[in-house]
């Protein structure tokens, strides 16, 4: 029998600008513990710098960590991209890195970007601006995010702002098999407006910048795999966003 497993697959930690400097790696996984959720991916901005921090961080709550990034595309559209491993999604943030336009951060103004280590001491602070747009086109994310063993999807299709439906009024022709919604019950509106998506995966995330923004224990997926078998959850999740499994 498969358990029900609670999910937020959006966050942004103390590395994004916009996110709280309260929003730790350990003070996310302490949280979303508290909250009941299974899995937690980390999405900062256009980096995943903190990701080796929550996932140390995650092992002390018994929460299946998913490492990943928001990305902004060229067209300033958001796009989720979520790794299997750590390693790949680091291996995709430096490729990141190679595609920014370096911006100086003004913390003032934008919020301070820090990085911390697993015991959510700050060991640094990116000087460059990171929720600036990257030169790499929605129609190309996908595939990218692929070759590092990921998956790329739009984020919070039903935002009037940094949304691909917003950006371009409809949804294009793509590969993505998975479509995110801020509110998951203007899922069949969308659906109808758009029935390209209407048999894709849906998923609802908090995009959570404060720690009580994290989500409660209301979403979930469907999980066959041992829970305390973090690798087995994440390759059997990524099949089921692949749209291998059904």
Not at 49 to 76: H, K, L, M, Q, R
Not at 225 to 235: G, I, Q, T, Y
Request: aromatic share 10%; glycine share 6%; proline share 5%.
């Amino acid at each position: 029998m498969p358990s029900k497993v609670f999910y937020d697959m959006h966050l942004h930690s103390c590395l994004s600008p916009c996110g709280d400097d309260e929003m730790t790696p350990c003070n996310i996984a302490g949280m979303s513990s508290l909250k009941g959720l299974g899995i937690v991916a980390l999405t900062d901005h256009n980096t995943c710098g903190n990701c080796p921090a929550f996932f140390s961080a995650c092992s002390d709550f018994s929460i299946v960590p998913i490492a990943g990034a928001e990305v902004t595309t060229a067209e300033d559209i958001h796009v989720v991209t979520l790794f299997e491993t750590l390693e790949g999604a680091m291996d995709f943030g430096s490729f990141m890195d190679s595609h920014r336009v370096l911006f100086p951060n003004d913390p003032s103004v934008f919020g301070r970007q820090l990085y911390t280590d697993a015991s959510d001491k700050i060991v640094g602070e990116e000087p460059y601006l990171l929720i600036n747009a990257l030169d790499i086109s929605i129609d190309n994310i996908n595939g990218m995010a692929k070759e590092y063993g990921g998956i790329a999807f739009p984020a919070h299709i039903d935002k009037m702002s940094n949304s691909i439906v917003s950006v371009f009024g409809m949804i294009p022709e793509s590969d993505f098999t998975v479509y995110e919604f801020a509110d998951i019950s203007k899922r069949g509106e969308f659906s109808e407006r758009f029935p390209e998506i209407e048999n894709k995966f849906h998923l609802t995330s908090s995009d959570a910048h404060y720690l009580w923004d994290i989500n409660e224990s209301v979403n979930f997926i469907d999980i066959f795999s041992d829970l305390n078998d973090a690798p087995s959850v994440r390759k059997e999740l990524f099949s089921i966003l692949r749209g291998d499994i059904k």
